[in-house]
Nanobody, 124 residues
Framework: QVRLVESGGGLVQAGGSLRLSCAAS????????MGWFRQAPGKEREFVTT????????HYADSVQGRFTISRENAKSTVYLQMGSLKPEDTAVYYC?????????????????WGQGTQVTVAT
């Protein structure tokens, strides 16, 4: 059983930056591809970004491409989401998720483990 705990959310002004962290425990971190998803009020959970087990392959949603960067430190069992040039429409609860290594997936249902989420609010 893998446990994921996100941190780093908060309130930021538009144009600002935040870095989210997701610490994993209970499994071999390098056995998992990791993803970040977000869910705004009244909307479905949506894909943000994913990173392969060794960090070699990354994918981003068009809406965050060029503004967000995903990274991971397997020695620390942690994945990060560096968010820049934040916009009010980035406001959401951000979740990290893990799935066993495989073909990259943007589908939330393919991720087995989820964190509790961290709120990001971008003020105008």
């Amino acid at each position: 059983q893998v446990r994921l705990v996100e941190s780093g959310g908060g309130l930021v002004q538009a144009g600002g930056s935040l870095r989210l962290s997701c610490a994993a425990s209970g499994g071999t971190f390098s056995n998992y591809d990791m993803g970040w998803f977000r869910q705004a009020p009244g909307k479905e959970r949506e894909f943000v970004t994913t990173i392969s087990w060794n960090g070699g392959i990354r994918h981003y949603a068009d809406s965050v491409q060029g503004r967000f960067t995903i990274s991971r430190e397997n020695a620390k069992s942690t994945v990060y989401l560096q968010m820049g040039s934040l916009k009010p429409e980035d406001t959401a609860v951000y979740y990290c998720a893990a799935r066993l290594v495989g073909i990259a997936s943007f589908d939330p249902s393919s991720y087995k483990y989820w964190g509790q989420g961290t709120q990001v609010t971008v003020a105008t």
